[in-house]
């Protein structure tokens, strides 16, 4: 079943406003990595983080690993209309494995100009 | 983009009947992955594949089969199409499987997807 939570499933801001999105899991995850799918698309690979209390940035982007490695956010700094999408995190639990990769419901990404 | 090529990218089929997606790679990788994606559920793992001939079952695994016979194509089969089985289908490769505290593991590139209607 899902054992990865991702929230919120929408949110629309305005254009230059900040956007964060949510992953909680119940069980310690391994890793956690982000994915980005445009309208229309397909997942694109963000970034993967591994360690408690990993923070990693991409421009404006910033990726962030619980302390107890349970939960992660993506944080954008001042939203553009190219951020529109919806935004997965996939969780790894145990010692990984293609079969324990489990993904979020997303958080779709409006942006209003 | 990785050079991962779906097909059909659109099927319309009737309940009952044989359908099969065909995942084409041309990037080399060992791992190949059938993920469904629905409202509400995110992507989740049909099967996958750690090389030719040999294949693992997934979370939604009931109801479909696959086979690797080379390196660059992995089917999915669906034997007996069923209305639940509407969905997005995505194809993703990847060079190594996720590892448990080690970046630069388990990065999946994604096909274009193929949306199946079964009626």
Not at chain 2, 1 to 26: F, M, N, W, Y
Not at chain 2, 73 to 90: G, K, M, P
């Amino acid at each position: 079943g899902q054992q990865v939570m991702q929230i919120p499933q929408y949110q629309h801001v305005q254009e230059g406003e900040d956007f964060t999105t949510y992953c909680n899991s119940s069980t310690t995850l391994s890793n956690i990595q982000w994915y980005k799918q445009r309208p229309g698309g397909h997942p694109v690979f963000l970034i993967q983080l591994v360690k408690s209390g990993e923070v990693k940035k991409q421009k404006r982007l910033t990726f962030q690993f619980g302390e107890a490695k349970k939960n992660s956010s993506l944080h954008i700094t001042a939203t553009q209309t190219t951020d529109v999408g919806t935004y997965f995190c996939a969780g790894l639990t145990g010692a990984g494995g293609a079969n324990n990769l489990f993904f979020g419901t997303g958080t779709r990404l409006t942006v209003i100009p | 983009d990785a050079g991962i090529t779906q097909s059909p990218r659109h099927k319309v089929t009737e309940t009952g009947t044989p359908v099969t997606l065909r995942c084409h790679q041309t990037e080399n990788h060992r791992y190949m992955y059938w993920y469904r994606q629905d409202p509400g559920h995110g992507l989740r793992l049909i099967h996958y594949s750690y090389g030719v001939k040999d294949t693992d079952k997934g979370e939604v695994s009931d109801g479909y089969s696959v086979s690797r016979s080379k390196t660059e194509d992995f089917l999915l089969t669906l034997e007996s199409a069923t209305s639940s089985q509407t969905s997005v289908y995505f194809c993703a490769i990847s060079e190594s499987i996720p590892v448990s505290g080690r970046s630069g593991t388990g990065e999946l590139f994604f096909g274009e997807g193929s949306r199946l209607t079964v009626l």
